[in-house]
């Protein structure tokens, strides 16, 4: 190959290296192996999430999984990844105020 040619791939590669690299560091320079898995066991379908900040809890309110009597089902996550049902619901489905 002549020598220019070879010049010219070189740069291309380091180029794409160096981009690929300055793309896999984290902005903030903390670096971790952390992996996350969700096995969405929970009934909760068409979810909706609130965070409560004086609490630290965020709140999923699901049309699916609610208690009897009540038309939607509360989950409550400290770290949106593992979650446990609030007993009874949201909108009691007796209220004579809806």
């Keep these: 190959m002549p020598k220019r040619l070879l010049l010219c791939v070189a740069v291309v590669l380091s180029a794409a290296v160096v981009s690929l690299s300055a793309q896999a560091q984290p902005t903030d320079g903390v670096r971790t192996n952390a992996t996350y898995f969700n096995d969405a066991a929970l009934p909760a379908a068409d979810p909706y999430v609130l965070h409560d900040q004086r ?39 007796n209220d004579p105020k809806q």
């Design 55 to 93: 609490s630290g809890y965020y709140y999923a309110y699901s049309t699916d999984g609610a208690d009897p009597g009540y038309y939607f089902a509360i989950y409550r996550s400290a770290d949106l990844a593992t979650w446990e049902k609030v007993p009874g619901g949201a909108l009691p489905a």
